[in-house]
Structures are given as C-alpha cells and as structure tokens.
C-alpha cells in the first residue's frame, strides 16, 4: 500500500477501524477533533458500527464501558481536561477487567489550560488516573507512522490482559501531517471478546459489576488484578534506544520530546559529543531494566519532557542512586526546538567535564 | 538537509492548501515531510498559516521557529514574519496584497503579482497556485511534475477546477 499524508488524529481513526474497532464515543476538545470527524464519516457508515457524539466526556466513557460489557472494540477520545473527566469510568472499565482504548492527545494545563501541545498527564496517565489501585497500558507515540501502529496494538493489548489502553499522545502529533501506511485491512467479521454479555439463553447468568461488598473478595480482586500487572511488566514494556553504545550522557525522553531531542542529540553528534537517547515507549510499563542496566556503565541522565518534571520520577526509581539525573522541561504548551535542547545537552555535557 | 517553508495568509486564501501541495509533493518524491497547520481561535477571514519541513533525514520538529522560506500572501503576514526568516532564506510575498516596506537586507524577497495574475487568468481564487508555481521555481525545493501529480489527488473529488488550477500553476512557475 502506498504512504498517504494523514494528520495523527484522523490515523488514529483509520487504525481503528482497521484494527476492528466497533464503537467510537467521542465528545469535542481541540486539538483532538479530526479523530471525532474521522469517525463520524468513516465509522459510521460501515455495517454494525456505532458512532456517537455523546452529550458529555462522562457519558462517553460509559457508552464505552457499555459496549466493552458486550464485547466490541470500543474506543474514545479527548484531550486534558476531557480526560480527567473521564477517569471515574476509567477506573470502574478497570476494576471489571474490561477492554478499552483511550486516546489523550494532550494540551497545556492544569485547569483549562492552553490547547497547545504539552505532556503534562504523564502522572495521570501511569499511576492509573482514577480512584482505587489500578494501572492502565500506557503507549507514547512520536509520530503519524506510530499513532497508526500504537492503536492496532492498543487494541491487542486491551483484550489481550483486559485492561484500558491510554494513548498518551499530544496537541502537535494530532494536528500534524505525515505520510502513514497501514499494516493491516479492516477485518471481514468484527471481532468479539468471549465471556461478555450477549444474552444467557442456554447458559448460566455472567454478571459484570464495579461493587463488592466483602472486604477480603475485593482484596483478592485486587490481587489479582495486580498479577495480571506483573505479567504484562514482564511481557509488554517496551523501550528504544539511540546512539547509547559509547555515550557518556544519555537523554531520557518521550512521544515528541524525544523526537526533539534525537534531533538535538544528531547534530551534537556530528560535533563530536558523547550523547544517546532512551525513549520509553511503553509509559506505563516502565522500562525500569534497561536503565538499570545502562547505569552499569552510564552515570549522567537529563530528563527532557514538555511539563515540570514528572517522567523524571521514574528514571529516579529505575536508577536508584546508580547516575545523576538532570531535568530540563517546557510546560504549558511550549514547544522547545532541537537547537534549544542541544543547548542544555552541551552545557550539561561540558559542566560535568565529560569531553 | 532540511528546509522548512512557512506559509501565511488570510483564512480563505488558500495557504493551508498550499503548504498541504507542497507536502504531498515532497511525499512524492521519497522525501521525510510534516505539515504542521498552525491552530488556535482562529477565524474566517482572520490569518492562518503552516509550516513544511522538508528532509532527507528524519524530522525531528514539525515546528518552524526560523524557516528558510516564507510565503506570505498579505499585509499583516508579511509584517509578522519577515523576522522568522533565516539570513539567506527566500521571502516570497504576494505583491498584489502586499505593500509592507522590508527592512531586512540579509534574505532574498521574491515578488509575486499572484493576484492580479490569477485575475488576467480569470479566477482570482487561483492566486494561491499562482504563487505555488513561483515558489516551485525558485525554491526548487520539490520538482513542478510532483506538485501537478499532488495537485490532481488534492483536486480528485473536484476535478471541474483541475485545469484551472493547473494552469495557475504553472503561469506562476513561469514567471522566472
């Protein structure tokens, strides 16, 4: 199939279908509409599919979790402030073990805050959102190409662990254009998760439900939540690395700031600078191992991310003491360019005396 | 090497479209490109404008915070960002529209009579073509046959204005 130019939102659509997507649920909020829009025109007019704009966020992750109780593959969309809203449903699709995907195509907060591109819920994002002890899947994107890619697998994983899948992208990765080819055709029969409710006729009841009573039943839904937590660590986190072989420092980043800063890190190449990047993918999953192990051998960090510092939590956790780690961040909805974040590599690099 | 054009105008004029061709063309010719539309409480007959970028290697920003080239195609455009451009770029500016004085002597300014040409060619709408074509030409950032080949898929559900617009194209392509 040939490339097309696509904007990310609209990618994110045509994935979606193709990945047998049944349901879409939207509600408007720059900068995430072109995916509202997609569907609206494409989802709708293909047989057994539903789009609906619903009245609210709130009622849009309901229809969600409605349709996940039946077994489509179900999705919505929003961005910041449409997100928080949605987290109460969030966290009831995760205490009933249900499939879901969730795209965040994040702006500037807190509040209102601006609809420009930030990364600003990372917090949000992988410490689960809502209420209660639960995690959600959590992918960043860094480009057109890999919003398409990241929502087939998003919709793997969900029914896969029967969780909800957030797509953590942003304002920019939304808006813009780039050519995108599509690994897979929309699929011939719709698939249908098993063990979900479409009817009991010669059958015994299922029953689905968010409330349980009994203290030490809920503990050990809990605990079995959290097993399943720690096979999808063992078997989904996902990382990518660059240039790291013979860096004397390395960038921590994700989504669009790292595609910034493997930029920046490209020309301090060319100048001779010892520099790598790492690049979570998986957010939630973190890959807390291969930083470990690069701390072996690697004793400089900088965390560079779009918002006060929040990833740089985790590359703490996973480097234990073992390197230092620097932050440099632009929040609010400010996007730095490639010049500016080599800038602060090179100051790092030669303050620590690291030529 | 990486060349990033912003293009800017009124809502209405066509920039969005513009800056959409030349992406699909350079997409044409093998080339790594993002099209990046500027967004905000934008309004009809307010400005808008896009950025291109254009490389061989990956791109790491879709944002254009110094372009090589500039299309702008007003006044108010033409004012805000003769200052964006890097020294040695192309600042290519829709004289019709456009009677701001450049301060700057350190950038290339191209004149285009876009408007008044699209006129004498019967449909003023074609300016943004008009100016395409004179870009193509001196920019040389993308081959004319890929801008006519984007220009006919852009064109695809309305194929009533491909000759029109085909030859806005190319009476802006050779005017130098």
């Given at each position: 199939m040939a490339k097309i130019l696509m904007d990310g939102n609209s990618a994110i659509g045509e994935a979606a279908i193709r990945a047998g997507c049944q349901c879409y649920f939207g509600y408007p909020i720059t900068p995430q509409n072109e995916l509202t829009e997609y569907m609206a025109t494409h989802l709708s007019r293909r047989k057994r599919c539903a789009f609906?704009?619903?009245?609210?966020?709130?009622?849009?992750?309901?229809?969600?979790?409605?349709?996940?109780?039946?077994?489509?593959?179900?999705?919505?969309?929003?961005?910041?402030?449409?997100?928080?809203?949605?987290?109460?449903?969030?966290?009831?699709?995760?205490?009933?073990?249900?499939?879901?995907?969730?795209?965040?195509?994040?702006?500037?907060?807190?509040?209102?805050?601006?609809?420009?591109?930030?990364?600003?819920?990372?917090?949000?994002?992988?410490?689960?959102?809502?209420?209660?002890?639960?995690?959600?899947?959590?992918?960043?994107?860094?480009?057109?190409?890999?919003?398409?890619?990241?929502?087939?697998?998003?919709?793997?994983?969900?029914?896969?662990?029967?969780?909800?899948?957030?797509?953590?992208?942003?304002?920019?990765?939304?808006?813009?254009?780039?050519?995108?080819?599509?690994?897979?055709?929309?699929?011939?029969?719709?698939?249908?998760?098993?063990?979900?409710?479409?009817?009991?006729?010669?059958?015994?009841?299922?029953?689905?439900?968010?409330?349980?009573?009994?203290?030490?039943?809920?503990?050990?839904?809990?605990?079995?939540?959290?097993?399943?937590?720690?096979?999808?660590?063992?078997?989904?986190?996902?990382?990518?690395?660059?240039?790291?072989?013979?860096?004397?420092?390395?960038?921590?980043?994700?989504?669009?700031?790292?595609?910034?800063?493997?930029?920046?890190?490209?020309?301090?190449?060319?100048?001779?600078?010892?520099?790598?990047?790492?690049?979570?993918?998986?957010?939630?999953?973190?890959?807390?191992?291969?930083?470990?192990?690069?701390?072996?051998?690697?004793?400089?960090?900088?965390?560079?991310?779009?918002?006060?510092?929040?990833?740089?939590?985790?590359?703490?956790?996973?480097l234990a003491g073992r390197g230092e780690v620097a932050f440099y961040g632009r929040p609010g909805g400010v996007i730095p360019n490639p010049s500016e974040v080599a800038r602060v590599i090179s100051r790092l690099y030669y303050q620590k005396g690291l030529k | 090497m990486l060349i990033k054009t912003l293009v800017a105008g009124f809502g209405g004029q066509g920039v969005l479209s513009m800056g959409l061709n030349l992406a699909e063309a350079a997409m044409l010719e093998g080339k790594n490109v993002t099209y990046l539309p500027a967004y905000g409480a934008e309004v009809r007959g307010g400005t808008a404008n896009c950025t291109v970028a254009i490389s061989d290697d990956e791109i790491a920003s879709p944002v254009a915070s110094s372009p090589e080239f500039v299309i702008a195609m007003n006044q108010p455009s033409a004012v805000k960002f003769q200052h964006h451009i890097q020294s040695g770029g192309l600042f290519f500016l829709n004289s019709s529209l456009v009677e701001a004085e450049i301060i700057r002597g350190d950038i290339e300014i191209v004149n285009v009579p876009a408007n008044k040409i699209a006129e004498d060619l019967g449909n003023p709408r074609t300016a943004n073509m008009v100016m395409l074509g004179a870009f193509t030409k001196k920019s040389g950032v993308v081959e004319l046959s890929n801008v006519s080949e984007a220009l006919k898929h852009i064109l695809s559900a309305k194929k009533k204005l491909l000759d029109l617009n085909e030859k806005a194209l190319l009476a802006g392509y050779n005017l130098f």
């Open positions: 609906v704009q619903a009245e609210s966020e709130v009622a849009a992750i309901n229809m969600v979790y409605g349709a996940s109780v039946a077994g489509a593959r179900a999705m919505t969309s929003s961005s910041s402030p449409g997100i928080s809203l949605k987290q109460e449903g969030i966290s009831y699709l995760a205490a009933c073990e249900l499939p879901a995907v969730i795209v965040n195509m994040q702006r500037g907060g807190p509040g209102l805050g601006s609809i420009s591109a930030a990364q600003s819920d990372y917090f949000q994002a992988t410490r689960g959102g809502g209420h209660g002890d639960y995690r959600t899947i959590v992918l960043g994107p860094s480009s057109v190409q890999e919003l398409a890619d990241m929502t087939m697998r998003a919709f793997d994983l969900a029914d896969k662990y029967k969780i909800p899948v957030i797509i953590l992208g942003d304002g920019v990765l939304g808006q813009m254009k780039e050519p995108v080819e599509f690994s897979r055709e929309a699929p011939a029969v719709l698939p249908i998760r098993e063990g979900s409710l479409r009817g009991a006729k010669g059958r015994p009841s299922r029953i689905i439900k968010t409330f349980t009573s009994n203290p030490s039943e809920l503990e050990e839904i809990n605990w079995s939540l959290f097993r399943r937590y720690t096979l999808i660590k063992k078997e989904e986190t996902t990382c990518e690395s660059f240039m790291i072989e013979d860096a004397r420092l390395v960038v921590v980043a994700f989504g669009i700031a790292a595609r910034i800063a493997k930029g920046a890190i490209k020309n301090l190449r060319s100048e001779g600078l010892k520099v790598g990047l790492f690049r979570p993918v998986t957010l939630w999953p973190f890959p807390d191992e291969p930083l470990k192990e690069m701390s072996k051998t690697i004793k400089q960090y900088l965390v560079f991310e779009m918002n006060m510092g929040q990833m740089v939590e985790d590359v703490q956790l996973a | -």
